[in-house]
């Protein structure tokens, strides 16, 4: 048994497919399956079921968990002997949701890479639960979002703190307002009454998601039952139809100023305008670790350049 092995175990085990293993792991089906094959003769035990379905036996559970420490410990010890030897080389793992990853990573990663030219960086993109997941088995080295939810098992960088913004319809504004538009534009710049549009439509996110949760507790503080036209798991579908008159959005300010999302969003703007919500929905981004594995130097050297652009860009 090699850590060869093990990791062919460890990709069928996660996709608990051959097909889909062999084509994260770019060997054949029938290679990957001997391998398996001969891994289970050299332990001399089962480690999948294969039938009724496709599962891991007994057994395959136990190495499973094992081999998953085993990976750890095999990656942090040569992330330790390479900060040691100053090799600055290795790679960097990141988890961040995918739009997250849209606003942020163009801003992040090109001068990292400038700087760490001999660092690998992984992107996992996937849903807060997912990624905090991964995170805490060791899956991704840092995580990039919301506080985590279980932060007491993780340690925390703060990156940015992230107001939420109304985006209004600049047609919503004239149907409301009309020639006294212009001046709540200017009252609204500084914090957006909501109950002025309390009659008018909504897009929003769906209610798992984090963004809308938050918008539903200011409706309720404000006793607000939003007129929803439509619901979306898609935060730029949402903006993109604001843009196009067809109801308000609650839109986070990351994405307001990101230069990577929505390419006609610029010439969009015309179209609608944001204004802040209540300052106690600003949320905090951070980068998250795990406190019990090691954090190279690449790792610490990312947490230091993400919080000196962002704080930059937000000056």
């Not at 305008?273 to 594995?293: C, M, N, R, S």
């Amino acid at each position: 048994m090699n850590f060869q092995n093990l990791e062919y175990f460890l990709t069928v085990a996660e996709e608990m497919n051959v097909t889909r293993a062999a084509k994260r792991l770019h060997i054949s089906e029938q290679a990957l399956s001997r391998q398996i094959g001969k891994l289970e003769q050299e332990l001399d035990v089962k480690l999948f079921e294969r039938n009724p379905r496709f599962t891991l036996s007994p057994a395959g559970k136990r190495l499973k968990a094992a081999a998953e420490q085993i990976g750890n410990i095999h990656r942090q010890l040569h992330m330790e002997l390479d900060d040691l030897n100053n090799n600055n080389t290795g790679e960097l793992r990141i988890g961040v949701s995918y739009t997250r990853g849209q606003a942020l990573l163009p801003r992040l990663l090109p001068p990292f890479h400038a700087r760490h030219p001999g660092i690998t960086i992984t992107i996992q993109e996937g849903s807060s639960s997912e990624l905090q997941d991964n995170l805490a088995k060791g899956r991704i080295d840092l995580l990039i979002g919301y506080v985590p939810r279980d932060l007491d098992a993780f340690e925390a960088a703060e990156l940015s703190r992230e107001r939420l913004f109304l985006v209004v319809p600049k047609t919503f504004m004239a149907e409301l307002f009309g020639d006294k538009a212009d001046q709540k534009r200017q009252e609204f710049a500084e914090g957006v009454d909501i109950t002025a549009f309390k009659d008018l439509p909504f897009i929003l996110l769906d209610r798992d998601d984090r963004v809308r949760r938050m918008a539903d507790r200011l409706f309720s503080r404000y006793d607000i039952t939003p007129r929803v036209l439509l619901e979306t798991r898609n935060i730029q579908t949402a903006f993109a139809l604001a843009m196009e008159g067809m109801g308000m959005t609650i839109y986070p300010e990351l994405f307001l100023s990101s230069q990577s999302l929505l390419p006609s969003a610029q010439a969009g703007r015309d179209a609608v305008d944001a204004f802040p919500l209540d300052g106690d929905l600003a949320q905090t981004i951070v980068v998250a670790y795990h406190p019990e594995k090691y954090l190279s130097n690449a790792a610490r050297d990312f947490i230091e350049e993400a919080q000196s652009i962002l704080q930059k860009d937000k000056r």
